[in-house]
């Protein structure tokens, strides 16, 4: 069986936490939104205040990565996770989505947080599935389950 290493996005990593981000981009035909730079990126996620937390998972190189935040929900009176971005690069292989657990689900248990949150963009296969354990079809973001 494969090995997938999944750790936090280091300082270091933002060059290439950038790459895979406009790879997203262009995956969703959108190569030219993608506004940040490595000096934007690099403050928003390792300055005084980072806004947002990264994980990379490397098989045979970088296969995949996630952005998410925390969110707060006034109804559990808890801090949440909203998963801002997941991305598996396709070279990678039909199984590294699957094989890897979604990482994300560890600092809401370690942090005692409620379950993390998520919308997948209507145009995606996930989405056009319709149903996936732990989202509801709709506008509205749901909760993963893991």
């Known amino acids: ?18 790459d895979l981000i406009r790879e997203l981009a262009a995956y969703e035909r959108q190569p030219d939104a993608v506004t940040a730079d490595v000096d934007t990126l690099r403050a928003s996620l390792f300055g005084p205040r980072p806004a947002a937390e990264a994980l990379i998972a ?6 995949a990565y996630a952005i998410y935040f925390t969110s707060f929900s006034t109804w ?17 292989g039909p199984s590294t ?17 409620s379950s993390p949150a998520w919308r997948p963009l209507g145009h995606t296969p996930l ?15 749901s909760p993963l389950s893991f």
Do not use: K, N
Not at 1 to 8: D, H, L, Q, V
């Open 58 to 63: 490397y098989l045979a190189g970088a296969a």
């Open 1 to 18: 069986m494969t090995t997938i290493r999944i750790a936090p996005a280091a300082d270091a990593d933002v060059p290439l936490l950038l």
């Open 76 to 92: 559990t009176g808890r801090p949440g996770i909203y998963l801002e971005d997941i991305f598996v690069r396709p070279q990678s």
């Open 97 to 113: 989505g699957s094989a890897a657990p979604p990482s994300p689900a560890s600092p809401p248990r370690s942090r005692r947080q």
């Open 127 to 141: 989405a056009r599935a319709g149903a996936h354990p732990g989202r509801e079809r709709g506008p509205r973001a």
